[in-house]
């Protein structure tokens, strides 16, 4: 048998700068967010599409997000891992981009909102903001 | 047992916030949870209501005449990982492979678990069962039926994990020299998951126990017993190179302009019409990529009796190219083909099962 090195390898240069790919999961998804973005503002409905459930092919999901870009508005969130939200060149339209703890994306999602769900001050917090801030204030009360 | 020594007292969303959680990180959790058990992101708010009050099932993971490529698969999951889902969704009382404990004090924690847990312990299952002679194969002296007989009989639910616990696999391959045989055809009066694969995306393990835990119920199934959600749509239907089937535009060699260009690779093996899974969508190793991504054809490794069905490399049937390209202009057209692929395909795996044909290298270099 042939040892590897003996097998001619030659490496082919690209046949031009444009990709072979044409990137075709991309647009349906940024069709979808055109008819979120118009439901949020005739009925303020809100719409999140889940990036991870898509059919992507190489490129695809770049391509997306290259097409969204970035806005005015990014925010990061420390909580169970980092958490990249911002908002893309579409006002109205955001990035929830979550990691957990050892940097691995564990969700990627488009959601269609004046501000992000996750981003509001969640009523259980606030609740347990107020019991903090009163133990501080009145440290012998709670004794 | 002590209240506080015992996990399963406490609902995850406690646990959570005694760990110094916020409601914040909680809903980030539900998002990801979501997301794994293929929900649509509106069902996040229901998920995180019913997280909230859920407790972690005890669970007892069973490991019979198969390769560890199930687990090594499952410790192979980013989301979550390995420990997330030890830690937060389920208690694994029982493992060979990552237990610490072993010979009588892990046959002892098994019994354990079992006693505790009494009806409500979900008992997931890698691995054939030889029926041919019990001394095939034995855990501390105890044949795999016997194991698995007292096990389930406690068990609220078993999941079936990996295509040999769920068909059989390889060790059912022809000619089954163990007299292999899958769970579901040894318990039948519990309810059983098939969890296919080989191995299984480590997400659709870990979606099932999280929709166990999530829900306390097991998922919508299909006719082989699969999670829906996961097993409900062919990998041909969700590829990414489906337009080319379309188009009748096909690799016909591995390294030809169509497989530089990424068209079909039906011609080429690939079983993707009558492969049902969720590797076009979920893909492998965090997302990064899948066979066909790859450029190798799909394998249809979560399809009962894949091991028998002819040559990995022969196209089941081959299209005529002049019809798909004439039907691609019918909207529609491309799934009734991709149905009758499908079923043309099934019926050339039947002739080729009961065949059992021999492949050498040499037909193989001849065919690529």
Known sequence: MQKLQDIAVRVEAKESSESTVDHANAKPVMHEVLHALKRLKERGEVTTIDLKSMPFGPGDEEALLSYLGCGEVTIELQSLGKSRICETFYPGVWLVDHYNATGDRIALSIEINRVPE?????????????????????????? | MAEELNPMAKTLGESLRQSGVSRRGFLKFCSATASMMALPPTMVSAVADSLEKAKRPSVIWLSFQECTGCTESLTRSHSPTVENLIFDYVSLDYHHTLQVASGNAAEAAREAAMHDNEGNYLVVVD???PLGNPGFSTIAGISNLQMLEETVAGAAAVVAVGSCAAFGGLPHAKPNPTGAVSVSE????????????????????TGVLAHFLTFGSLPELDSLGRPMVFFGKSIHDRCYRRPFYDKGLFAETFDDEGARKGWCLFRLGCKGPMTYNACATTKWNQGASWPVEAG??????????????????????????????????????????????????????????SEHETVTIDDLDKRS
């Not at chain 2, 009066?189 to 393990?205: A, E, F, L, W």
């Not at chain 2, 019809?323 to 057209?333: H, K, M």
């Open chain 1, 118 to 143: 996750i981003v509001r001050s969640q009523t259980e917090d606030i609740s347990h903001a107020i019991t903090r801030l009163e133990q501080q204030l009145n440290p012998d009360s709670t004794a």
């Open chain 2, 296 to 353: 190798h054809g799909c394998l249809g490794c979560s399809e009962p009796d894949f091991w028998d069905t002819g040559g990995f490399y022969n196209a089941l049937s081959i299209p005529d190219s002049d019809v798909i390209r004439n039907a691609a202009y019918v909207a529609g057209a491309g799934v009734a083909l991709g149905a009758a692929a499908g079923a043309l395909n099934r019926r050339k795996q039947s002739k080729a099962a």
């Open chain 2, 186 to 205: 040894i318990v039948k009066d519990k309810p059983v998951v098939n969890v296919s694969g080989c191995p299984p995306i480590p997400t659709v393990i």
């Open chain 2, 127 to 129: 691995g054939s069962i």
